[in-house]
């Protein structure tokens, strides 16, 4: 079948175009229509592909991987099926994949061209390249349904081996990071604060980012758990205050920021809107460079939600951090040296 095309791979022909080589050289197009009758295209390639897109009426990037990402942004099983973080992360990670791929027909796609993608082109950034190419398997899946593709070459293709975080900060440097932070300036100093509060509670940064300040209540702070699937069910908890949870939060109250917007959400920029993922990010990176470039070993945010599960551990307390018990362990659990009880 055309739509499966093994042979002409380099040309770059639209799905059902054919190309033919000629005695004297170059070759005779021709497209396939739907009644299973060859139409003649003659020999300028451009020409041929302009007839095509003409008489089919579509976009120059029909069948390429960016029409396959777009319709699948588009789409219900994007919208309904997957959290809002996790579109946002989606839609990060198409930068590269269409930096590489955006412009190749996806039915051109094979198993090398994505291991070549993640040892060589994201070879600098292994975990990364495995969640891109985890959305372009999802982009493939959704396409096969759709008529866009017709396998997933992602699902042939083995990831890059992990290696899994070990870095646990201390609260001594958590503190020092913080003061990095307030001495950059209140927006800075507000993004420190964050950090205080998730190494206490160990929220997810989407659980607590859009935080309000009704949220305070006498009996403590409501937080909603971040759902893994738009239809999951939606859970909630509330945090017990501690002294150092007041100490934060009346930290928070007492930053003057002049000419900034009075909010109702707590965790706010000037304009008294919620962080963005990508503002949040751009201002974490700023102050690590600043706090790290005395030779301070980097931690990222979300070594923060270790430092709390690994203390909560150390006292046999559960952290309520993971649906499943055992994936917090794997994953947060950093502990140097683990007690060993014996059997008497």
């Known amino acids: 079948m055309i739509a499966s095309r093994k042979k002409n791979r380099h040309l770059g022909l639209l799905p059902r175009m054919d190309a033919r080589k000629r005695k004297g050289g170059g070759y005779t197009y021709r497209y396939l229509t739907y009644d299973r009758r060859y139409i003649n295209l003659g020999h300028d390639r451009a020409e041929a592909i302009k007839r095509v897109l003409e008489m089919e009426q579509r976009a120059p990037d029909t069948g390429t991987v960016t029409e396959l990402l777009r319709e699948y942004f588009r789409s219900s099983n994007f919208k309904n099926d997957i959290s809002p973080r996790t579109q946002q992360d989606y839609l990060g990670y198409s930068k590269q994949i269409l930096r590489v791929f955006g412009q190749m027909q996806a039915s051109d796609i094979l198993p090398p061209h994505i291991a070549r993608y993640l040892r060589i082109e994201r070879a600098s950034a292994p975990s990364q390249a495995n969640k891109e190419v985890a959305m372009l398997s999802s982009a493939f899946q959704f396409g096969i349904e759709a008529g866009i593709a017709i396998k997933n070459p992602c699902r042939e293709v083995r990831k890059n081996k992990e290696r899994p975080r070990t870095r646990c900060p201390s609260w001594e440097e958590i503190e020092s990071f913080c003061l990095t932070a307030k001495a950059k300036g209140p927006s800075s100093h507000v993004?420190?604060?964050?950090?205080?509060?998730?190494?206490?509670?160990?929220?997810?940064?989407?659980?607590?980012?859009?935080?309000?300040?009704?949220?305070?209540?006498?009996?403590?702070?409501?937080?909603?758990?971040?759902?893994?699937?738009?239809?999951?069910?939606?859970?909630?908890?509330?945090?017990?205050?501690?002294?150092?949870?007041?100490?934060?939060?009346?930290?928070?109250?007492?930053?003057?920021?002049?000419?900034?917007?009075?909010?109702?959400?707590?965790?706010?920029?000037?304009?008294?809107?919620?962080?963005?993922?990508?503002?949040?990010?751009?201002?974490?990176?700023?102050?690590?460079?600043?706090?790290?470039?005395?030779?301070?070993?980097?931690?990222?945010?979300?070594?923060?939600?270790?430092?709390?599960?690994?203390?909560?551990?150390?006292?046999?307390?559960?952290?309520?951090?993971?649906?499943?018990?055992?994936?917090?362990?794997?994953?947060?659990?950093?502990?140097?040296?683990?007690?060993?009880?014996?059997?008497a």
Do not use: C
């Not at 738009?230 to 501690?242: M, N, Y």
């Not at 102050?287 to 939600?305: E, P, S, V, Y």
């Open 191 to 343: 993004i420190g604060l964050m950090a205080k509060f998730i190494a206490l509670t160990g929220r997810r940064r989407a659980e607590f980012i859009n935080m309000k300040k009704a949220d305070l209540t006498p009996d403590g702070i409501r937080v909603t758990y971040a759902k893994g699937r738009v239809d999951d069910p939606e859970k909630r908890g509330l945090i017990e205050w501690t002294d150092s949870l007041r100490a934060i939060l009346t930290e928070l109250k007492a930053i003057e920021r002049p000419g900034a917007i009075s909010s109702v959400y707590l965790w706010t920029n000037r304009s008294g809107k919620p962080y963005t993922e990508q503002g949040f990010k751009a201002m974490w990176a700023k102050i690590m460079a600043d706090w790290a470039k005395d030779g301070q070993d980097r931690f990222t945010f979300h070594d923060l939600r270790a430092y709390y599960v690994t203390r909560m551990v150390e006292r046999n307390q559960n952290p309520e951090t993971h649906s499943n018990p055992a994936t917090t362990r794997k994953v947060y659990d950093r502990r140097r040296v683990v007690r060993i009880k014996t059997s």
